[in-house]
């Protein structure tokens, strides 16, 4: 049975202590397996960053004849760090944030310590890059970044300016630099890594790096991934500055970096409006997960979310679905209490799953996904190896609770806890290796010598 969510009336009045502190950290009752917090204290710390020389979007006149020369400007991103933390770590544990109004000033509480000290001579962990939808900020995910971190990753989660409650500005300016803000995060944290004044030195494998997009996030993580726009999408940036991500053109060629291994993207915009085409979502270049709600008006799901899935033919992906969910689906932070009286609930919550649970089940798939992409854990793939329907599965257990051979309920999942998602996975679609002609003059077809077929290459 699909969890219902209470109206939001109903939980303003009757907030429990968890909801009245704002708690990012929350764990429901039927959470799957790998949601529970790692063995890993967390700390926090900020950075502010500044990529220079960027073409400034919000200054370009649509309306003007093309300029000689585009505006630009030193473009300044907030990045907020979840790391993992000494053992003995203690601190304040809260931190303040701004809701949707870009007005009303929260505190949420998670677990996370303000500039605590990473641990002593461990090896460096793989870096996940975290960007929000249009508008959001940097904390809107922040429940997914602190368990992480606390499984052995560094977080890096961008404050992607114009597109923030607090300064959402030309959404133009959001679909040129969402890209280019990743790579350029990416770089930093590099930079960071190697600077034995930044705090960080030494903590951070750039080169084993994930990207975890939500909505806008999820369009870049997408563009970032490989795949380029189609000819229509270019209309949407003013003087053709959305052309540098076009499918085919040597910048978005160029665009890829190969220290990204995989990618993330829940509730991606954009296909439900035409940026890509067949050709476009073949380019991507690294296995995917998807998530998305099957009622999601915002990305549209069959013909946005799914499509995107369907069309990165020439890697391996899957897709997450919460039936009847909308497009909050996973990504939100439950909502804090003050979002009711300031009327932004909405922006948290969904009228169909409970958002905790949601949060549960999305940290389960994405740590199980993030371990087998980039730690090499294949112990993990036996939470992915799953019926495609969670309300197909049987529950069977003997009278000492142990699974019997009949039990084919989704791994890591407490009985009734799958019904209502959908987990899907497609192949790599390969074509047949070219064959030299003396072959063909010998009599010998494709298929009389079996497979052979390459995958298309990844960037080494």
């Known amino acids: 049975m699909i969890r219902i969510a ?93 809701l949707r109004d870009g007005v009303t000033e929260v505190t949420l509480e998670g677990r996370a310590i303000r500039n605590a000290a990473p641990p002593p001579e461990t090896n460096p962990f793989p870096l996940v890059l975290m960007s929000h939808g249009y508008p959001g900020n940097r904390f809107l995910m922040s429940h997914l970044a602190e368990n992480l971190a606390s499984k052995g990753y560094v977080v890096a989660s961008i404050d992607h300016t114009d597109s923030t409650y607090r300064d959402q500005g030309a959404f133009a300016s959001t679909l040129v630099n969402r890209p280019l803000d990743q790579l350029f995060v990416l770089d930093e944290m590099a930079r960071l890594n190697a600077d034995a004044s930044s705090g960080v030195a030494g903590l951070i494998d750039t080169d084993n790096t994930g990207l975890i997009g939500y909505s806008m996030g999820g369009y870049g993580a997408v563009v970032t991934a490989g795949g380029g726009l189609s000819e229509n999408a270019v209309g949407f940036g003013p003087q053709d500055t959305l052309a540098i991500h076009r499918e085919g053109s040597e910048t978005h060629d160029a665009l890829p970096d190969p220290r990204i291994k995989t990618a993330v993207a829940i509730g991606p915009w954009g296909m439900n409006v035409g940026l890509w085409d067949a050709e476009g979502l073949a380019g991507i270049e690294i296995p995917m997960l998807f998530i998305a709600g099957s009622d999601d008006e915002t990305s549209g ?56 649970f949601m949060n549960n089940v999305g940290q389960h798939f994405v740590t199980a996904w993030m371990d087998i992409e980039l730690k090499g854990n294949s112990a993990m793939q036996r939470y992915l190896d799953l019926q495609a329907n969670g309300s197909d599965g049987v529950w069977s257990v003997d009278e000492s609770g142990a699974f019997t051979d009949d039990h084919t309920y989704w791994f890591g999942f ?18 047949p290796v070219p064959l030299p002609a003396s072959v063909w003059l010998l009599g010998v077809s494709v298929a009389g010598l079996g497979a052979l077929r390459s995958r298309r290459n990844r960037k080494a």
């Open 414 to 431: 407490p009985e009734g806890a799958a019904e209502g998602l959908r987990y899907e996975v497609l192949s790599a679609e390969v074509a």
């Open 301 to 356: 799901y069959e013909n946005g979310i799914r499509k995107i899935w369907e069309g990165a033919t020439s890697v391996d992906r899957s897709l997450l679905t919460f039936e009847g969910g909308g497009h909050n689906t996973v990504a939100p932070i439950p909502a804090p209490i003050e979002s009711y009286a300031a009327g932004v609930s909405g922006h948290y919550t969904d009228p169909v799953w409970d958002t905790v």
């Open 6 to 98: 209470l109206s939001a009336a109903l939980l303003a009045a009757a907030a429990t202590p968890l909801a009245a502190q704002n708690r990012i950290d929350g764990q429901a009752p039927n959470a799957p397996a790998l949601s529970p917090y790692g063995s890993y204290a967390v700390g926090v710390r900020q950075f502010d960053l500044v990529n220079k020389n960027q073409i400034n979007i919000v200054a370009i006149d649509p309306s003007a004849e093309e300029p000689a020369e585009l505006p630009r400007y030193d473009r300044p991103l907030t990045v907020e760090m979840w790391y993992p933390a000494a053992t003995d770590s203690i601190g304040a544990t809260s931190f303040n944030t701004y």
